[in-house]
């Protein structure tokens, strides 16, 4: 078996047009390192094993496909120059990419100036399908799916009384409170905060003391898992005991927020959370693609892993049915893909480039992510409402 990988740093590279491709190369875009490096290792992990089994299968039109990828550094204008790097130099055909939704958002209109496929494996913000000129596909779910899907999970269980929504100041965490902001509001549940913060800060007990005057039913957070952790430590100094803690993934659904060493430890104890994949999940693949994960990173991976799995084969698929490394002919044959059964579930592209990807909630109970809605896809009762901290 040939297995092919080339990992870039960042280098700055002006823009210019899109020059003949290299057959065989994809481009891939993801945060290596930086603040978002938890989630791009999962990716990195994810477009491995993609890329092995892939080659395994005697590759891509017949020859063994290499993936060329750039580091964003967790940084949307380092990411932006991934697009020039890797389709101006290292003439990729096609790119995927990246982690966060300003770094995709970056790279969007970009991809499409040169005419290069975008498939997006991960970025949540709705607004990363503006710009695209027909270039760009998203894979997964997107934060209308996120709010929808939490919304969903109020009606089966009981409308909380009040919200308060809490997210960084970013593309990502705008888009996912405005999101939950009309969906909650057609729903009828009353919104009593709208706290924005800068990522990374030191401390959030100001804002969250300010919130808990306001005495919310239920909470949904919009963070990574740095500040994901900081809150929810902190929601216990300062006595917050909302009904429902609630989030839209990403940091409170990644594999370490459970844990003491890298998240919350118990402070995570009975937080509902979006997400986008479970290894119960009822999709082909999913528990025998846990396992292999398990086996090879000693780790249990969340959606972002599978995600960017999917990705390199799903666009592995577009390749082979474009029958040439041509990116005009792969973004066509991304427009046609209809595959009913992937390990991320069945893949259809809308007219805007979104797949209809189904949301799931989850909540941790005794450490681990268990699925409590939908109804259809539950392994566990949810825990309602969430115990007080002084009860714990």
């Given at each position: 078996?040939?297995?092919?990988?080339?990992?870039?740093?960042?280098?700055?590279?002006?823009?210019?047009?899109?020059?003949?491709?290299?057959?065989?190369?994809?481009?891939?875009?993801?945060?290596?390192?930086?603040?978002?490096?938890?989630?791009?290792?999962?990716?990195?992990?994810?477009?491995?094993?993609?890329?092995?089994?892939?080659?395994?299968?005697?590759?891509?039109?017949?020859?063994?496909?290499?993936?060329?990828?750039?580091?964003?550094?967790?940084?949307?204008?380092?990411?932006?120059?991934?697009?020039?790097?890797?389709?101006?130099?290292?003439?990729?055909?096609?790119?995927?990419?990246?982690?966060?939704?300003?770094?995709?958002?970056?790279?969007?209109?970009?991809?499409?100036?040169?005419?290069?496929?975008?498939?997006?494996?991960?970025?949540?913000?709705?607004?990363?399908?503006?710009?695209?000129?027909?270039?760009?596909?998203?894979?997964?779910?997107?934060?209308?799916?996120?709010?929808?899907?939490?919304?969903?999970?109020?009606?089966?269980?009981?409308?909380?009384?009040?919200?308060?929504?809490?997210?960084?100041?970013?593309?990502?965490?705008?888009?996912?409170?405005?999101?939950?902001?009309?969906?909650?509001?057609?729903?009828?549940?009353?919104?009593?905060?709208?706290?924005?913060?800068?990522?990374?800060?030191?401390?959030?007990?100001?804002?969250?003391?300010?919130?808990?005057?306001?005495?919310?039913?239920?909470?949904?957070?919009?963070?990574?898992?740095?500040?994901?952790?900081?809150?929810?430590?902190?929601?216990?100094?300062?006595?917050?005991?909302?009904?429902?803690?609630?989030?839209?993934?990403?940091?409170?659904?990644?594999?370490?927020?459970?844990?003491?060493?890298?998240?919350?430890?118990?402070?995570?104890?009975?937080?509902?959370?979006?997400?986008?994949?479970?290894?119960?999940?009822?999709?082909?693949?999913?528990?025998?693609?846990?396992?292999?994960?398990?086996?090879?990173?000693?780790?249990?991976?969340?959606?972002?892993?599978?995600?960017?799995?999917?990705?390199?084969?799903?666009?592995?698929?577009?390749?082979?049915?474009?029958?040439?490394?041509?990116?005009?002919?792969?973004?066509?044959?991304?427009?046609?893909?209809?595959?009913?059964?992937?390990?991320?579930?069945?893949?259809?592209?809308?007219?805007?480039?979104?797949?209809?990807?189904?949301?799931?909630?989850?909540?941790?109970?005794?450490?681990?992510?268990?699925l409590v809605s939908p109804k259809?896809?539950?392994?566990?009762?949810?825990?309602?409402?969430t115990p007080h901290w002084s009860?714990?």
């Open positions: 078996m040939q297995l092919r990988r080339l990992v870039f740093v960042a280098l700055a590279v002006g823009v210019v047009g899109c020059q003949q491709s290299k057959p065989g190369r994809i481009g891939i875009i993801t945060a290596l390192t930086g603040s978002q490096q938890a989630f791009g290792q999962a990716h990195d992990r994810g477009f491995d094993m993609a890329l092995e089994e892939i080659n395994a299968s005697g590759g891509v039109l017949g020859k063994p496909l290499e993936i060329v990828k750039y580091d964003d550094q967790s940084k949307p204008d380092i990411a932006a120059q991934g697009v020039a790097k890797l389709v101006d130099q290292d003439k990729v055909s096609a790119l995927i990419g990246s982690y966060s939704s300003e770094s995709t958002k970056s790279i969007v209109p970009l991809a499409a100036r040169r005419g290069v496929p975008l498939l997006m494996p991960t970025a949540t913000a709705d607004n990363v399908l503006e710009k695209t000129e027909g270039w760009s596909f998203r894979l997964c779910a997107g934060a209308t799916g996120y709010a929808e899907a939490m919304v969903g999970f109020f009606k089966d269980v009981g409308l909380p009384k009040s919200l308060a929504i809490i997210y960084e100041n970013t593309n990502f965490g705008q888009a996912n409170a405005a999101t939950m902001k009309k969906a909650a509001t057609e729903a009828g549940i009353p919104i009593v905060a709208d706290e924005s913060y800068t990522a990374k800060s030191p401390s959030y007990t100001a804002m969250l003391q300010k919130v808990k005057e306001k005495n919310p039913d239920a909470i949904y957070f919009a963070s990574y898992l740095l500040d994901a952790t900081s809150l929810m430590h902190q929601a216990r100094q300062v006595d917050l005991n909302p009904r429902f803690f609630t989030a839209a993934g990403t940091g409170f659904s990644a594999p370490e927020f459970p844990t003491a060493e890298k998240g919350a430890g118990k402070d995570s104890e009975y937080t509902f959370s979006v997400t986008q994949w479970m290894p119960e999940s009822k999709w082909v693949g999913s528990r025998e693609f846990d396992e292999k994960f398990f086996k090879r990173y000693g780790t249990h991976p969340a959606y972002h892993a599978v995600q960017a799995y999917a990705a390199l084969k799903v666009m592995a698929d577009a390749v082979t049915r474009a029958g040439k490394w041509d990116s005009t002919a792969i973004r066509d044959a991304l427009k046609a893909t209809d595959i009913p059964q992937t390990t991320f579930g069945p893949v259809k592209f809308d007219g805007t480039g979104q797949n209809a990807h189904p949301v799931l909630v989850t909540q941790i109970q005794k450490g681990k992510y268990l259809s896809e539950a392994i566990a009762d949810p825990i309602v409402p009860e714990r």
